[in-house]
């Protein structure tokens, strides 16, 4: 952490000392070249917040810099030139500072939040019976059948379709209930099986509490809408893909809506996003205080992986939750590969095993 700090100084020196060469018009744009050496600066100083001192000797010799930086002049016929100039080198140190930023984070110690995040996924129910319902690679997910009979589950929920959906197919056949699907990307209905009662809509699922918009409305509504708003708890699935906009949903959903689902299957997405993961955590601590925990993982191979010190979590992340779980001595700091688990792509090879924080 300390040399990447001190890789970050010295880029902004070099921005600062680059401005005092005759290749530059020193007047024009020196105010730029401050501003941006600055920042990089600021933004080594925002990597790791308690090294207090070591980032003040860093803004003593950045001052340094900028006092003894000397002023020259140029003609101004060769300002636009050398303004580009300017530009490309800029691009080049935020290039770079960007991939210092991404490896100091990933070197850094992790945040509490992403521990928290990372362990509210651990595996920690038993199920006797499970199962894949859905595709046989992306688009099939396993739930638990231990407590899945016809007559106990009045219907299903299915977001994020784009014009099929096995696991709806799946679902409705073997329990013999309607499925609700939703989409407001793609308006091709799903074909369904003679057997089953697929009922889409073209329309996507919105957070509780955000404003009206054209082809998007929150669970309560669609819930309503369905004759489920008063529905006992436990007797409805949900099976969620909706490409990141499920952490928001999740975050603010009220958990007597959650709770009215048996099992909730979802695809998340955007794990290395660590800035995001206050949100994600707030998501996670939603569905597991409305009575849920998680069954099972599975990594998507499309979505490649995310470390976070000398832990590991593949960026797109299946997870199954069940409300009526059977305990377990402990949970599972790793995924736990079940013979229904599937790649997702097929000309790739299977992620490792997540690590979780034990």
């Not at 790791?48 to 930086?69: E, I, S, W, Y």
């Not at 059948?145 to 959906?165: C, R, V």
């Not at 007597?256 to 994600?280: P, Q």
């Amino acid at each position: 952490m300390i040399l990447t700090l001190k890789l970050l100084a010295l880029l902004a020196m070099a921005v600062l000392s680059h401005s005092t060469s005759d290749q530059f018009h020193k007047t024009a744009s020196s105010g730029h070249e401050q501003h941006l050496g600055t920042c990089l600066l600021q933004r080594a100083t925002a990597v790791q917040a308690p090294n207090r001192q070591r980032h003040a000797d860093l803004q003593a010799k950045l001052d340094q810099t900028l006092v003894q930086a000397p002023t020259r002049q140029r003609q101004s016929s060769a300002v636009p030139a050398k303004r580009s100039g300017f530009a490309d080198l800029q691009a080049n140190l935020d290039q770079t500072l960007s991939l210092l930023l991404e490896k100091a984070a990933r070197q850094a110690a992790t945040s509490n939040d992403t521990r928290a995040l990372l362990r509210s996924f651990r595996p920690c129910s038993i199920c006797q019976k499970h199962r894949r319902y859905g595709e046989p690679h992306d688009g099939g997910y396993i739930l638990c059948d231990d407590d899945l009979q016809p007559g106990q589950i009045k219907a299903a929920y299915s977001y994020g379709i784009s014009g099929f959906d096995g696991w709806g197919n799946d679902v409705s056949k073997a329990l013999q209930i309607p499925v609700f699907e939703y989409d407001c990307t793609n308006p091709k209905r799903p074909a369904a099986c003679p057997s089953c009662d697929l009922r889409f809509n073209l329309e996507c699922i919105s957070q509780h509490g955000a404003p009206n918009k054209p082809n998007f409305a929150t669970l309560s509504t669609q819930l309503q809408r369905n004759g489920h708003h008063q529905v006992d708890e436990g007797s409805l699935l949900l099976k969620i893909d909706v490409e990141g906009a499920e952490w928001k949903v999740f975050a603010e959903e009220p958990a007597e809506n959650l709770k009215k689902f048996r099992e909730i299957v979802v695809e998340f997405h955007n794990l290395g996003d660590f800035f995001s993961h206050h949100l994600y955590l707030r998501a996670m601590k939603n569905i597991l205080d409305a009575g849920f925990v998680v069954f099972h993982i599975h990594g998507n191979n499309y979505g490649g992986e995310s470390t976070f010190g000398t832990m590991r979590v593949p960026t797109v992340l299946e997870v199954t939750f069940l409300q009526h779980p059977k305990g377990k001595d402990g949970c599972e700091s790793h995924t736990v590969t079940l013979p229904e688990d599937a790649v997702n792509n097929p000309g790739s090879a299977e992620l490792e095993p997540a690590q979780l924080v034990p």
